[in-house]
């Protein structure tokens, strides 16, 4: 069956860095565009990044020049880099695999169970 396991996530300070990572297995992974979503309470799951099969990417905007999605196709693994965290990034952040290179969630088949990303001020 599919299996999306994240990992990396943590307690980090604000302006530090986490790399969260994305193991895919069960689909053919190459095939598959990836992406980033995060959830906060009280808030709607949002977009933070998405990778198509062969590269492009999207970055929602108070993400852009902080994160950088990036895959490994050998490894069958999706990246997250975060760099200058903000307490507001906080949230599990869940990864996505989908045939389609999408922003909407909609969009995306399968999902992992996310990892928790809390950034204290």
């Known amino acids: 069956q599919v299996q999306l396991v994240e990992s990396g996530g943590g307690l980090v300070q604000a302006g530090g860095s986490l790399t969260l990572s994305c193991a895919a297995s069960g689909i053919i992974f190459s095939s598959n565009a990836m992406g980033w979503y995060r959830e906060a309470p009280g808030k709607e799951r949002e977009l933070v990044a998405a990778i198509s099969s062969g590269g492009s990417t999207d970055y929602a905007d108070s993400v852009k020049g902080r994160f950088t999605i990036s895959r490994d196709n050998a490894k069958n693994t999706v990246y997250l880099q975060m760099n200058s965290l903000k307490p507001e990034d906080t949230a599990m952040y869940h990864c996505?695999?989908?045939?389609?290179?999408?922003?909407?969630?909609?969009?995306?088949?399968?999902w992992g169970q996310g990892t928790q990303v809390t950034v204290s001020s």
């Open positions: 996505a695999a989908g045939e389609i290179w999408s922003d909407y969630a909609e969009e995306y088949d399968y």
